[in-house]
């Protein structure tokens, strides 16, 4: 069964840090892989879309990683802000599969 | 901007009622997707459309159907609403299988 891994499932860091979220996908035919945030309660918000031919993709503090033949995608937040506490989320378009999430909360 | 508009935020129904989920987008996309969230199991597929009357079963489809009549709108119903059905639910739209995927801001449900 195809799969989509988040590690780690949540973390704390301090503000200012910089910090990487990991998904892990088993099938490397991908269409394409999407990042999301979602704030608690609400819908998901788009971050992050990179392309099967992309290698990654940047939008202010950050930016998103794609290897294909490791299966694997990081995003990668500079200079953390407490702002960014939120569940991220990676999805492994055209498969339709979502990882768990990844609960990032920054501390003052 | 893109929007991707959810008819009720929150809904409380009773054991048996029918409920009806509206999605709406006004992107002119072809896909279409309905989603539920539970802790600890993430988001499940439901049901997806890659076209106007076409519907697909996703991973979760049982005690649910789907309307889509026009292109613009994505139904989710419950004919016969259950507590195990309590969660929340998420529309999201595509243009293709390969353009970015856009959700609404989620229908909370409780069924009592």
């Known amino acids: 069964k195809q799969e989509v891994t988040q590690i780690p499932a949540a973390l704390s860091v301090p503000e200012g840090e910089n910090l990487v979220l990991n998904c892990s996908f088993t099938?490397?035919?991908?269409?394409?892989l999407q990042w999301f945030r979602q704030d608690p309660g609400k819908g998901l918000t788009s971050l992050l879309l990179?392309?099967?031919?992309?290698r990654e993709q940047t939008s202010g503090r950050l930016n998103a990683s794609l290897d294909k033949s490791s299966g694997r995608s990081t995003l990668y937040i500079a200079a953390s802000q407490p702002g960014d506490s939120a569940t991220y989320l990676c999805d492994q378009g055209g498969k339709l599969i979502f990882g768990q999430g990844t609960e990032l909360s920054v501390k003052p | 901007d893109v929007k991707v508009t959810q008819s009720s935020r929150y809904l409380v129904k009773r054991t048996g009622e029918k409920v009806f989920l509206e999605c709406v987008q006004d992107?002119?996309?072809?896909?279409m997707f309905w989603y539920r969230q539970d802790p600890g199991l993430g988001l499940r597929l439901i049901y997806f459309s890659y076209d106007v009357k076409m519907k697909e079963k996703g991973d979760i489809p049982e005690g649910y159907s789907v309307s889509r009549e026009k292109k613009e709108r994505f139904s989710l119903i419950l004919e016969s609403a259950s507590t195990n059905q309590t969660s929340m639910y998420l529309c999201?739209?595509?243009?293709?299988?390969?353009?970015?995927?856009?959700f609404g801001e989620g229908s909370r449900l409780t069924v009592l």
């Open positions: 099938d490397s035919a991908i269409y394409n």
């Open positions: 992107m002119d996309h072809e896909n």
């Open positions: 999201a739209s595509s243009f293709s299988n390969t353009g970015e995927l856009f």
């Open positions: 990179i392309q099967s031919s992309q």
